[in-house]
């Protein structure tokens, strides 16, 4: 009986043994490092934009494969700039999280002096067989050129899913009413007519939120080099065709007040003919098929070229130095992961322009223009509010109110913003 | 001995509401007031001071005027109708027999509702093109109409912020009514004194340190007022909706610019101190004792 226990007692120790080691060789997690790893993720994936399944998907499966890794999803809107607050707060007082999506340019420079900013380059240049699928062009947008020594020419972060801004067009209601598609600025301004006329709103803009407007105009008033120059002469022009095109009763009638996400409603709708905005409106079209997506066409005397555009790499992934280093490495191999081929196809299948070689399945006709403008693009430039203050940008757009009513001239209001932005160099 | 006992077993209880108070009120207070001398941005670890520069800025912004000015209207208007709607809620709630805890729900519900909820709801029923009232102007042959103009704005987030608040002083007013001896009422009966005139000359003086704190409360209040106007107007167009409330939080978020918001900060407490304080002086009568 005695024999008969200890036997039993070994079998099982077997099984759990080989139990165990089989677990392991499923997964392919090294034996080594079987102890939990938590890793605390920030994203502005909350459900409010098109990625948020992509992103649990990914988590998911990456957790799945990792066992001793956890995710913790910790998303914070992009809304209201509740994820500026959460992050710049979270670098600056020690609490930042192992892996962040963040946007790059402007905002990236806070946490680019706390100094707990990983460098990517080395990575890049060890692990050719991941870096190889990003493009430079893409990695160009999160190659940090400012005054911090440490980061001077260096990658803070990894590039996923680009942008563009363009002119959004219902081709159904073009056709309708025999128009041709608004390539250049008389066909623009014919269109604009015509729908008014009809009882059309020709552009689903709103001026409370005109980010796009601002940028998109002032490329096409001064070209890249007027609109990449902060509070260059053209911008006056630009600010002065939106003011223009209000006066000719172009946008929604309660333009000052309204809120982007109703501008998109009344284009998906088709009570608005035209939207200029970005490729992330793409997920929330209702018609993908008889949408195109084209340049702003050049303002009369303006210096962009016809296919100069607003785009580029807004938002890319970082990691935290210090903490990549105690937890062996995870957080950069969940980057890694999040930006291979497979994972970035997944995403770019919702929306967005690739930044890492990846095949996409069922590109709509839409996303398809969309992708088209970018390729042909002459040249791809970042926006305003990634080249100058917060503070002076928003009050750029903040007041545009007072500029197409009249009440304030652009100059004006330029010299407004400028003295905001002077304020701190000195 | 044992009433130093009891004192001390008071402090003990006394200090955990205490400590939090100062951690998350008075040490954020005195923190917005250092800060308001710093060029601080982004939430960094790097400040500069530059002195007064912040309030020589607040004193040319236009903004700021304008928001002081909107602020102090929706002061006004909220001692006016939020409290004064309440008070004759009240007296006439308080004078019928059945369906008192009807209207005291129906009154008092607004209250429960979040402010941003309520924002919403406002927000989409001004819209133009898919709004409630232009659609119920339409279905009536009538013509769409933009209901948030520059010359409109503040009178369109007033609405609800002094819907939202009146329920709260219905019941405040209500439970000081029923406090009132009905002998007092029984004798003005006898001398003929009802209606209005009873109201006038014999339950609000009854009343009146109630009214005096509801006062407070409402000037307090209005300092605090954000969420419904963030989200009908964002404190525009032009301005022209702007509290000191929205245009702190654009410079301070939008705008990234903390130092400066809290010279706004500070300018809103010592404001509320300020006309707490007189209308505390303006409101004190001899408190009376039944």
Redesign the interface.
């Known amino acids: 009986m005695k024999s008969l226990k200890k036997v039993l007692a070994f079998v099982v120790l077997v099984a759990f043994i080989v139990s165990i080691v089989g677990m392991l060789g499923n997964t392919g997690v090294d034996a080594k490092t079987t102890e939990k790893v938590k890793i605390r993720a920030v994203t502005y994936f909350t459900g409010a934009d098109p990625w948020t399944n992509t992103w649990k998907e990914a988590i998911k499966d990456f957790m799945a494969k990792n066992p001793n890794v956890e995710i913790v999803d910790e998303a914070t809107p992009a809304a209201n700039d509740a994820i500026r607050t959460k992050i710049k707060t979270d670098f600056a007082s020690g609490n930042e999280p192992d892996v962040t999506f963040f946007f790059v340019g402007a905002d990236a420079e806070p946490l680019l002096k706390s100094g707990k900013v990983f460098i990517w380059d080395d990575e890049l240049k060890k692990d050719t067989k991941w870096s190889s699928n990003i493009y430079k062009s893409a990695l160009a947008f999160t190659t940090y050129n400012g005054p911090i020594k440490e980061y001077k020419g260096k990658v803070y972060a990894i590039p996923t899913i680009g942008f563009y801004e363009g002119l959004y067009v219902n081709v159904d209601l073009f056709n309708k009413y025999n128009l041709p598609l608004p390539t250049d600025w008389n066909k623009f301004i014919k269109a604009v007519n015509t729908f008014k006329a009809k009882g059309i709103i020709p552009i689903a803009g709103s001026i409370l939120e005109s980010y796009y407007l601002i940028e998109t105009f002032i490329l096409s008033a001064g070209g890249p080099e007027g609109h990449n120059t902060p509070f260059h002469p053209s911008w006056e022009k630009g600010l002065n065709i939106i003011k223009d095109l209000y006066k000719m009763g172009a946008f929604p009638k309660d333009a000052l007040t309204l809120q982007d996400a109703q501008a998109q409603a009344l284009f998906a709708d088709k009570k608005a003919a035209m939207m200029i905005n970005g490729s992330w409106c793409v997920g929330g079209l209702k018609d993908k098929v008889n949408t195109k997506i084209m340049p702003v066409p050049v303002v009369p005397g303006g210096k962009a070229h016809p296919t100069d555009i607003i785009g580029g790499f807004g938002s890319g992934w970082y990691v935290s130095k210090d903490l990549n280093a105690k937890k062996n490495g995870w957080p950069v191999k969940f980057v890694k992961y999040i930006t291979s081929p497979e994972v970035e196809a997944k995403f770019i299948a919702v929306g967005g322009v690739p930044a890492i070689k990846c095949k996409v399945p069922n590109v709509t006709p839409v996303a398809q223009s969309g992708y088209d403008m970018m390729a042909k693009a002459n040249s791809v430039s970042m926006p305003i509010d990634a080249q100058i203050l917060p503070e002076a940008f928003t009050k750029i757009r903040t007041d545009l109110a007072y500029v197409v009513t009249g009440k304030k001239t652009a100059k004006q209001l330029l010299a407004e913003a400028k003295k905001i932005q002077d304020r701190v160099k000195k | 001995m044992q009433v130093l006992k009891n004192k001390k077993y008071a402090i003990l209880l006394l200090l955990p509401a205490l400590i939090l108070v100062g951690i998350f009120i008075y040490y954020p207070l005195f923190a917005t007031f250092y800060y308001s001398f710093f060029?601080w941005?982004?939430?960094?670890?790097?400040k500069t001071f530059v002195g007064l520069d912040n309030y020589v800025?607040m004193i040319q912004d236009y903004a700021v005027r304008k928001a002081l000015i909107n602020t102090l209207i929706m002061m006004v208007c909220v001692i006016v109708f939020q409290v004064g709607i309440a008070l004759i809620l009240a007296l006439i709630v308080d004078s019928i027999k059945s369906g008192y805890k009807f209207f005291r729900t129906v009154f008092f519900f607004p209250v429960v509702i979040s402010g941003t909820a309520i924002g919403l709801m406002f927000?989409l029923a001004y819209?133009?093109?898919?709004g409630l009232l232009n659609a119920i102007i339409t279905a009536f042959g009538g013509q769409?109409k933009?209901?948030?103009?520059?010359n409109s704005?503040l009178t369109m987030v007033l609405i609800p912020v002094i819907w939202q608040y009146v329920g709260f002083y219905f019941v405040i007013f209500l439970a000081a009514l029923s406090k009132v001896p009905h002998d007092i009422y029984e004798s003005a009966l006898i001398d003929g004194i009802t209606g209005i005139k009873k109201a006038v000359y014999i339950t609000i003086p009854l009343i009146w340190d109630v009214i005096a704190v509801c006062i407070s409360l409402a000037i307090v209040g209005t300092f605090k007022v954000f969420d419904i106007v963030y989200v009908?107007?964002?404190?525009?167009?032009?301005d022209a909706s702007q509290v000191l409330g929205t245009y702190l939080y654009?410079?301070a978020?939008?705008?990234?610019?903390q130092g400066y918001a809290s010279a706004i900060g500070v300018l809103i407490i010592i404001l509320g101190i300020i006309l707490s304080t007189i209308s505390n002086k303006l409101t004190e009568r001899e408190t009376i004792t039944y």
């Open positions: 060029d941005r982004d939430f960094s670890n790097y800025q927000y819209a133009y093109d898919y769409k933009v209901w948030v103009t520059e704005a009908i107007t964002g404190g525009g167009p032009m654009k410079v978020f939008t705008g990234q610019n």
